[in-house]
């Protein structure tokens, strides 16, 4: 895509041309996960990467701590850099991809301040429908899993404490933003934390592939009406802990001989099922 001249960047030194600016510390080794799930976190961040991810963090309410975009691309946030109060740096994609440790082709990154999570009891009280993942450690899941509950009606989404960090930047980007339009929170103590979720009206249903397993199409209209879709990681699936604090076993018919779908594909046909009367 071909972009316009853009106009030059605001006055002052938010041009960038070295890869040791300080100024850039948040944007570093990005694709370093081991490394950035120690830095993030603890320094109380997000990186949100492409244009419309940023806009919708801000939509959300984030507050940005700062923006960085390819000089070419300046245009894409020139808007942005005249309304708030954060600063907005410039650089070459030679810059970007020393810092970040990768390719920066979208053009544009943000650093954003994290917010407090919510209690459990505070998300489950807003909500008619939720999703719960048990385990569930690739961030690519974890952001389709959100992009999912959010396009087809899931109220929010609860989290096991080994869980992957949702505000991680893949996890952000494959969900498009999404996980900033999702209430969500972190349910302990595991797995006698889903005791709060069915004491707050919800049936807890746990997915998984054994046969013995209620069909979803055959779930009871009470067991649909405050439904809590329980999910465990690839591969090993809920834990016989989790399954044993669930309420019923639900099992998606498979057809050709497989056993089951990927955790996210499983999440969108059980939401999807469980929402198509709406």
Not at 34 to 49: D, N
Not at 148 to 176: E, K
Not at 202 to 224: I, K, M, N, S
């Given at each position: 895509m071909a972009y316009a001249q853009p106009p030059a960047p605001a006055p002052g030194d938010s041009a960038v041309g070295d890869a040791a600016d300080a100024?850039?510390?948040d944007y570093r080794?990005?694709?370093?996960v081991a490394l950035r799930t120690r830095y993030e976190p603890p320094?109380?961040?997000f990186i949100a990467e492409g244009e419309v991810v940023l806009r919708r963090a801000l939509r959300a309410g984030y507050r940005p701590r700062s923006i960085l975009v390819d000089t070419k691309r300046y245009g894409q946030v020139a808007d942005l850099a005249a309304t708030l109060d954060s600063p907005v740096y410039t650089a070459g994609q030679d810059v970007l991809?020393?810092?970040t440790g990768f390719h920066v082709h979208r053009g544009v990154l943000a650093s954003f301040h994290r917010r407090p999570l919510p209690p459990a009891e505070q998300v489950l009280a807003g909500a008619r429908r939720v999703l719960i993942l048990?385990?569930?450690n690739n961030h690519t899941n974890v952001g389709a899993v959100f992009r999912g509950a959010a396009g087809l009606g899931l109220d929010a989404v609860l989290l096991s404490p080994s869980c992957a960090d949702p505000?991680?930047?893949r996890s952000v980007r494959v969900s498009m933003g999404e996980v900033f339009a999702v209430p969500y929170a972190r349910l302990t103590p595991w797995p006698t934390g889903l005791a709060a979720v069915r004491a707050a009206g919800f049936t807890v249903l746990a997915l998984t592939p054994a046969p013995d397993a209620v069909r979803l199409q055959d779930l009871t209209e009470g067991q649909r009406r405050r439904p809590a879709l329980l999910f465990g990681a690839e591969g090993p699936g809920l834990s016989g802990a989790a399954?044993?604090?669930s309420d019923v076993r639900v099992r998606i018919p498979m057809r050709g001989g497989v056993d089951s779908l990927n955790v996210a594909a499983s999440a969108a046909v059980a939401c999807w099922e469980l929402c198509r009367t709406d």
């Amino acid at each position: 895509m071909a972009y316009a001249q853009p106009p030059a960047p605001a006055p002052g030194d938010s041009a960038v041309g070295d890869a040791a600016d300080a100024r850039l510390d948040d944007y570093r080794e990005l694709t370093d996960v081991a490394l950035r799930t120690r830095y993030e976190p603890p320094h109380g961040l997000f990186i949100a990467e492409g244009e419309v991810v940023l806009r919708r963090a801000l939509r959300a309410g984030y507050r940005p701590r700062s923006i960085l975009v390819d000089t070419k691309r300046y245009g894409q946030v020139a808007d942005l850099a005249a309304t708030l109060d954060s600063p907005v740096y410039t650089a070459g994609q030679d810059v970007l991809e020393a810092v970040t440790g990768f390719h920066v082709h979208r053009g544009v990154l943000a650093s954003f301040h994290r917010r407090p999570l919510p209690p459990a009891e505070q998300v489950l009280a807003g909500a008619r429908r939720v999703l719960i993942l048990e385990d569930v450690n690739n961030h690519t899941n974890v952001g389709a899993v959100f992009r999912g509950a959010a396009g087809l009606g899931l109220d929010a989404v609860l989290l096991s404490p080994s869980c992957a960090d949702p505000l991680y930047r893949r996890s952000v980007r494959v969900s498009m933003g999404e996980v900033f339009a999702v209430p969500y929170a972190r349910l302990t103590p595991w797995p006698t934390g889903l005791a709060a979720v069915r004491a707050a009206g919800f049936t807890v249903l746990a997915l998984t592939p054994a046969p013995d397993a209620v069909r979803l199409q055959d779930l009871t209209e009470g067991q649909r009406r405050r439904p809590a879709l329980l999910f465990g990681a690839e591969g090993p699936g809920l834990s016989g802990a989790a399954l044993s604090a669930s309420d019923v076993r639900v099992r998606i018919p498979m057809r050709g001989g497989v056993d089951s779908l990927n955790v996210a594909a499983s999440a969108a046909v059980a939401c999807w099922e469980l929402c198509r009367t709406d």
